[in-house]
């Protein structure tokens, strides 16, 4: 036995020696009791370490110490789930040590949730979970095979008799297809109200609405030729427009009233959160647009349109639901403090879904 | 007309004035037809930047031009899926405009897919689809509610009559229960060799296997105490061991080796790749172990330990192998070339997936 114990000894201390060749592990983030929030970051050779945060009004300092370990702790913060990132000397990077990333093609954030005292709306909570599926497709209108999420709601049974209403949930520019789930907790908003009934048992479908180097209108056609009869085939849902619904946020909040507006015989539910217009698709369906209102008003159940004062798309948005209001189009504005961000996304999104489908 | 035309045309600039304090979209990775691969970094201060990648025997400069674009291209590399990162100055990051990230709580790396001119075991390929579930459990063990990932394979029926085999499958240490899918492609190794008959239609569940600061025999605790009984509870299983598998790469390869082999009544297959094995919980299973090799042999159908001669747990892994020929359990080893990396554990997978449930 002496044998096998020395063996395992050198085992040991090789595969310690291996594995320290990667930067030593430190806890960061920490959220603590009262709210406040500890960032941690190691490195020999930054001259500058610098905190940038959602939950900040000003980058914050970090301080280093003689063996590497950079720190900083904020002040506590409201209760939300932030982005934040580090600025090293002058490289922009997520948290090293925080698996959670904000799931984004242009930009590496992490995320940090601090959990309220009593449950928030967007928290893992004590009750029936439904479940996040990654699927593919094939887009006949792109010409790929796409992946896309679908959130069937607790009890969710494929072959059962119940058909669901079904919501298209479109993320933001330069967002993924996980954005919706990865930050804005989606698939647990929807646990969460279902639970209290404040929401319908419902299928959620989380596509990926960037479809560059085709035109952003080619978007529209892939819902509609594709991702909606993907979904009809796959999943017991219902197929009139009272039963679908589409939301989105930024750039997917002009993709919403591009496709919900232009379809409304198939969305009786069209929910846009700080929309971004400034593009081709929305000027070619809404500069000239001169709609009967009154078949929109009779189709279309609920059009809100969601932003927040301090977002920097307020004036812009504003002037859309003018627009609308102009031409006699029923629209409920939602405005709300904040800027353009997901905190106030998974706010609209949770008000969304108590309006939808009853 | 004229009114909102002028509308839009100065929402337009003002969209693309605020969305232009990000840094400019730039394309990287770029997958040359050769299989050489081009990528970029936008930097207007780092002094230096570098490329490392799996791909590459030693880092490769980048050559930065006079607005901010960094450039590098790679000679074509053998098609596979590969980690890098880029060392900015003395920083080290994930390539900022590549989606695809390493799901990992230690290092932020990208991964690039360089398909082949056939596609590989990996490829999506135009096969059916099973599905990944992102999945809630309850760990009575570790007292918290867990994330684990489920894939179902294609034509699967949660009510029908149809029961299946699972596979249990690990990551490494400091990876995530994401990573089995995101960097190794085990949903579309499944997908396509079910499709060739290769492989038999499973399950494979993918849990988190980090239970850090409980000590990581609790992890065993947790498969056997919660994991299996929430998926036996919530799907159509097999549920002896002839239809219950387990595998793992490094850490993960050395938790198959606790898990499996401390409960071969439960799992008839035990297939380890590049385990490490100089944890407590290893020492204590297995340096006093005086197995009834017999009993052992007959329970277990295949035991395999997969390791490749660059890999620097290569000489542990050896004496693994001899430890366990020494107590005459029945063996397969699996050398092939390469290092400890998840081009080889993709290989690995595949190969088991071949070998199990037959």
Not at 169 to 190: F, P
Request: hydrophobic letters at 35%; one cysteine or more.
């Amino acid at each position: 036995m002496k044998l096998s114990i020395s063996i395992t000894a050198t085992l040991l201390l090789t595969c310690c020696i291996m594995f320290a060749q990667r930067p030593p592990a430190i806890s960061s983030p920490d959220v603590n009791p009262d709210h406040s929030i500890t960032f941690r970051y190691y490195s020999k050779t930054a001259q500058r370490v610098t905190l940038k945060g959602e939950f900040l009004q000003s980058p914050l300092s970090f301080i280093g110490d003689t063996s590497g370990i950079w720190t900083v702790t904020v002040p506590p913060v409201k209760p939300d789930i932030y982005p934040y990132s580090f600025l090293v000397d002058s490289v922009e990077i997520a948290d090293p040590n925080n698996t959670y990333i904000f799931a984004n093609e242009r930009f590496k954030r992490s995320i940090v949730d601090i959990p309220g005292d009593a449950p928030l709306v967007h928290s893992l909570q004590n009750v029936f979970h439904g479940k996040i599926s990654y699927r593919y497709y094939n887009s006949t209108t792109l010409g790929i095979t796409r992946q896309l999420l679908v959130y069937t709601p607790p009890g969710f049974n494929p072959n059962g008799k119940i058909k669901y209403p079904v919501l298209y949930l479109i993320h933001g520019g330069s967002d993924t297809e996980e954005t919706w789930t990865k930050v804005g907790h989606a698939n647990l908003i929807a646990d969460n109200l279902i639970a209290q009934k404040k929401a319908v048992p419902m299928i959620i479908v989380m596509p990926y609405g960037n479809v560059r180097p085709k035109p952003m209108a080619d978007f529209t056609k892939d819902v509609i030729n594709d991702i909606i009869p993907f979904i009809e085939s796959n999943y017991p849902v219902l197929m009139d427009n009272k039963n679908r619904a589409v939301a989105g946020f930024s750039v997917g909040g002009g993709q919403t009233l591009n496709i919900g507006l232009t379809n409304t015989d198939k969305f009786g539910y069209i929910c846009s959160y700080a929309p971004y217009t400034a593009t081709e698709e929305f000027q070619k369906n809404f500069t000239n647009w001169s709609p009967d209102a009154d078949k929109v008003n009779k189709q279309v159940k609920l059009f809100t349109i969601s932003v927040g004062t301090d977002d920097f798309l307020y004036e812009s948005v504003k002037k859309n639901i003018a627009m609308f209001e102009e031409r006699k189009i029923n629209l409920k504005p939602h405005i709300v403090s904040g800027g353009h961000t997901w905190m106030n996304c998974k706010l609209f999104l949770a008000t969304t879904l108590q309006e939808i489908f009853h």
